[in-house]
């Protein structure tokens, strides 16, 4: 399941750099929340692997939810607060704006191996 997600990442950020992958009346939330499916599903069958009780994992995966949410609030935030700074210099090149997508799409290639 993991090589899966890490090729839902690539895909989704190469949507951002190439060619539209989906098709442009498909909604980002429906994109989101089939993203969210498919690591939701990673997680549960990586709890099933480690041995976790079945009657344990949901408890963990409330507790997953939980822990992704705040770290994304986090993120949010700083990344908010890095955009805001950055946003004074006006003048950043095309290359320059596209080092992010580039990078988080090397990263999950990476842990694709």
Same mark, same amino acid.
Request: charged share 10%.
């Given at each position: 399941?993991?090589?899966? /997600?890490?090729?839902?990442? %690539? +895909?989704? *950020? @190469?949507?951002? /750099? /190439? &060619?539209? /992958?989906?098709?442009?009346?498909?909604?980002?939330?429906?994109?989101? *929340?089939? *993203? =969210?499916?498919?690591?939701?599903? =990673?997680?549960?069958?990586?709890? &099933?692997?480690?041995?976790?009780?079945? +009657?344990?994992?949901?408890?963990?995966?409330? !507790? *997953? +939810? $939980? =822990?992704?949410?705040?770290?994304?609030?986090?993120?949010?935030?700083?990344? @908010?607060? &890095?955009?805001?700074?950055?946003?004074?210099?006006?003048?950043? @090149? $095309?290359?320059?704006? +596209?080092?992010? &997508?580039?990078? %988080?799409? @090397?990263?999950?290639? !990476?842990?694709?191996?």
């Amino acid at each position: 399941m993991l090589p899966l /997600i890490n090729i839902a990442c %690539i +895909k989704l *950020f @190469s949507r951002q /750099i /190439i &060619t539209p /992958i989906l098709p442009r009346e498909l909604k980002p939330w429906l994109v989101a *929340f089939s *993203f =969210g499916l498919l690591h939701g599903f =990673g997680f549960a069958g990586a709890l &099933t692997e480690v041995g976790l009780p079945q +009657k344990e994992i949901p408890l963990a995966l409330a !507790f *997953f +939810k $939980i =822990g992704i949410e705040l770290g994304q609030i986090i993120l949010v935030v700083a990344v @908010s607060a &890095t955009l805001h700074l950055l946003a004074l210099k006006n003048n950043w @090149s $095309i290359t320059a704006k +596209k080092v992010p &997508t580039y990078a %988080i799409g @090397s990263v999950a290639a !990476f842990w694709t191996n």
